[in-house]
């Protein structure tokens, strides 16, 4: 018999499990009696006051059984994990981002722990308040059932999410399955980290070339502010809460630029905080040519893994993030359609860079790029570094 088997009334052993349980005991108690974690997180829920260092804790505790119930395989642990997410997790409004956090990192985990059958089960009522947060974690669901490729075809799943697309949730604007571009979200090769310095960044990427007319053509940029949209290119690393805030310029030029000029000289010309102090430190800056799906995935990266002292954001947001910025390079209107706007960036000319300045620390994560448009009169530039600027 188990010792820490939970029954009403039995303080000490809600107590235990609440206090003192190791990862391997919720989970033995997820895989034989789900109903019970279940009714310690409502008797919790209850207790908590949801605000403070009490309501801190409880949304700790209450997040760890939720994701352990999604983890395990069981229509009766879907069910609960759900639950949990959708009408007991959120436990006040000073714990709404982590809330957040937790509802699509149990969306995430169920995704890929139970069985398709299982979570159509828990699609049968539509929504009708995409402000209710048992609506949100199904979005969540979908979104992250997209990026596996399933769900779409199923009259359940497909009907929900029109739903969703007719009350306007951000997330149903994403198609319902993974597009060509986003192949690489999420798959990580062995022995291919972060590009952190520049020597790798050359033995990934084709170099471009050093020119003079690209220098001339840098000297005649001028700078183009749009706050909205540098706030959109920003949002993986912003969400993700990298370490110092992206750098994110709009720069107009008077004639179009030679995509053979579009290089590390045109760069060095523009008036970027990244690369302020270039050249008095040891190392030259370097331009590569890279694609959009590699771009697409880096955005996609910093808000799915998140910064060294950050969090993910789960799947079905970071694709979100990925895009917004994507669009927000290209200054594409939101409204152009997903298919087109892949098509569209290939028209685009992308270009890592990296450099040896104060911005570049090259001992963590480092991601520089420049875009050029279709009319080769625009730039775009981004760059995010995850250090500490106080290190």
């Not at 349980?21 to 279940?38: C, F, G, I, N, V």
């Not at 059984?65 to 009408?87: Q, W, Y």
């Not at 169920?110 to 402000?131: H, M, S, T, Y």
């Not at 929900?160 to 597009?179: C, I, M, Q």
């Amino acid at each position: 018999m188990n010792d820490n088997r939970v029954t009403p009334g039995d303080d000490a052993s809600r107590r235990h499990l609440w206090e003192r349980s190791d990862p391997a005991e919720l989970k033995q108690l997820a895989e034989s009696r789900p109903e019970e974690l279940h009714e310690v997180v409502e008797q919790l829920c209850r207790r908590a006051s949801g605000e403070g260092p009490d309501g801190t804790s409880a949304l700790r505790i209450v997040g760890r059984m939720a994701e352990t119930l999604a983890d395990t395989r069981s229509r009766d642990c879907a069910k609960f994990a759900v639950d949990i997410a959708g009408r007991l997790l959120p436990l006040g409004s000073a714990q709404g981002e982590e809330a957040g956090r937790l509802r699509r990192s149990v969306a995430a985990k169920l995704v890929k722990a139970q069985q398709l059958r299982d979570l159509e089960a828990l699609f049968g009522e539509l929504p009708d308040d995409v402000q209710n947060s048992a609506v949100e974690v199904r979005a969540c669901l979908l979104g992250e059932l997209a990026l596996m490729g399933a769900g779409r075809g199923r009259p359940v799943l497909d009907a929900y999410a029109e739903r969703l697309r007719e009350l306007g949730h951000p997330l149903a604007r994403l198609p319902r399955t993974r597009l060509d571009i986003e192949h690489r979200f999420a798959v990580r090769v062995r022995g291919l980290g972060p590009v952190k310095t520049p020597a790798q960044l050359q033995s990934r990427f084709p170099e471009i070339p050093p020119t003079d007319n690209g220098t001339a053509a840098g000297h005649t940029a001028g700078e183009t502010p749009d706050a909205q949209r540098a706030r959109a290119a920003a949002e993986p690393f912003t969400v993700g809460d990298w370490a110092r805030e992206p750098e994110v310029r709009f720069f107009t030029l008077p004639s179009p630029l030679d995509p053979d000029d579009f290089g590390i000289s045109f760069i060095k010309q523009l008036p970027l905080d990244c690369l302020a102090g270039e050249g008095t430190r040891r190392g030259d800056a370097v331009a590569c040519r890279t694609m959009p799906d590699d771009v697409l995935n880096e955005l996609f990266s910093a808000a799915y893994y998140g910064g060294v002292n950050g969090r993910g954001q789960g799947g079905a947001y970071s694709r979100l993030h990925a895009w917004n910025s994507m669009y927000a390079l290209m200054g594409l209107p939101a409204d152009v359609p997903f298919l087109d706007a892949a098509g569209r960036a290939a028209d685009h000319r992308w270009l890592r860079f990296m450099a040896f300045t104060d911005w570049f620390r090259h001992d963590t994560s480092d991601v520089a790029f420049t875009v050029l448009d279709p009319t080769r009169t625009r730039v775009a530039v981004l760059a995010a570094t995850d250090t500490d600027v106080d290190d």
